[in-house]
């Protein structure tokens, strides 16, 4: 069953987990992840008939939308954004940010496993290009100019997505509370957990009015 993982502190004990720049995410992510089984067999074609034409022209043949006219470039609700291709969850509207930039931007994505990362060399320098982990669809790019702590903007092409409000998805999911120290680093393992969509963290109380 899928789950959001509600982590209370217990004891504050560590340091907090921060993200990993691009090259470090570059050089740790799997060479070959594994694609989803119902994703490898669909051909070009089929492809053509289950996107719109800016869907496919961005996933498939891993072009860019235009600065400041994509549909998530400005927008800021709460909820979940899901890869247009597959369902996969990519990103949180919770670590996404206005870069600026003219696409949507984060500092981070749903979970280590909800993409990969490539070396693209297209435009002659070297960028690290954002793949689904599901149907291996392109997303965009991550930079190392994002924000404090872990400087990561994740430069990300609307039509490659779809949103999905917080309301809607939490009917699809159970929560399971579970009581741990550093509860910052116990959130950052959950995330790579296969299942949990979504984390949120505080403390337990006690007995005291006002725990720190
Ligand atoms: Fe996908």
Not at 67 to 73: S, V
Not at 85 to 91: D, E, I, S, T
């Given at each position: 069953m899928n789950f959001r993982a509600s982590v209370l502190l217990c004891l504050a004990i560590g340091a907090c987990n921060a993200s990993d720049s691009p090259v470090e995410l570059l050089s740790s992510a799997p060479s070959v992840e594994p694609l989803e089984a119902e994703f490898m067999d669909i051909d070009d074609a089929e492809w053509r008939e289950r996107l719109t034409p800016e869907q496919y022209r961005v996933l498939r043949q891993a072009g860019t939308e235009r600065?400041?006219?994509?549909?998530?470039?400005h927008h800021f609700e709460e909820g979940d954004y899901l890869c247009a291709?597959?369902?996969?969850?990519?990103?949180r509207s919770a670590e996404k940010y206005n870069s600026g930039c003219g696409w949507p931007a984060y500092t981070m994505p749903f979970n280590d496993s909800a993409v990969t990362y490539k070396d693209d060399k297209s435009l002659g320098g070297s960028r690290v290009e954002v793949n689904c982990s599901?149907?291996?669809g392109h997303l965009g790019h991550v930079f190392n100019d994002g924000p404090p702590p872990g400087g990561s903007r994740f430069c990300i092409n609307s039509a490659a997505m779809t949103f999905v409000g917080e309301g809607a998805a939490s009917e699809e999911f159970a929560t399971a509370t579970f009581a741990a120290g550093c509860f910052w680093g116990v959130e950052s393992i959950f995330r790579r957990v296969d299942g949990v969509i979504d984390t949120a963290v505080g403390y337990a109380g006690g007995g005291k009015d006002d725990p720190t």
């Open positions: 600065a400041g006219t994509g549909e998530y470039d291709g597959c369902g996969n969850h990519l990103f599901k149907c291996d």
